[in-house]
């Protein structure tokens, strides 16, 4: 799967990348994650990519200073998708891709069952405002929820 698919995303405008990092580390370190070179580094490429990256984006990545090798990412990846601190899309293992899961930021996606591809969804979220109802009714805190979208992209869906 090709990096072309992304080509709308470019350009990401989080404020304060360095300030984000260090509150991710903080909720690793939170968690009982060691900070290595590594986890920041990982940390660091989700935090700056603002799309869903593969592991190989990841591992492949010449902001990984750590030159940390596959295993290790993907170990540093399982660990932060159970603890919360990233959030894991798309189809079982084949071509699972990953992204930073940020307080107070949210994306549903679109993905594609046959390449894989996935977009960000544009639109207004519907759910928001369940959560605020489930919020009131339930009495739960900090509600989130995670919606993905498959179905077949358009180029997949021409042949």
Excluded at 45 to 65: N, R
Excluded at 84 to 111: K, V
Excluded at 145 to 158: R, V
Aim: glycine share 6%; aromatic share 6%; net charge negative.
């Amino acid at each position: 799967m090709s990096k072309h698919h992304h080509h709308h995303h470019d350009g990401c405008h989080r404020p304060e990348p360095e300030k984000l990092l260090e509150d991710s580390l903080a909720r690793a370190r939170g968690k009982g994650l060691r900070r290595t070179k590594a986890l920041s580094d990982v940390l660091s490429i989700l935090i700056q990519a603002c799309q869903p990256l593969t592991l190989a984006d990841i591992s492949e990545s010449e902001a990984l200073v750590s030159e940390a090798d596959r295993a290790t990412v993907y170990r540093l990846l399982v660990k932060l998708e159970q603890h919360g601190l990233i959030r894991r899309l798309g189809l079982h293992d084949r071509a699972a891709y990953y992204i930073i899961n940020l307080p107070g930021e949210h994306h549903d996606y679109l993905i594609c069952n046959d390449c894989g591809r996935i977009e960000r969804l544009d639109i207004a979220c519907p759910v928001q405002t369940l959560e605020e109802t489930i919020a009131k009714s339930s009495g739960f805190k900090g509600i989130y929820h995670e919606l993905a979208f498959y179905g077949q992209c358009p180029d997949c869906s021409k042949t």
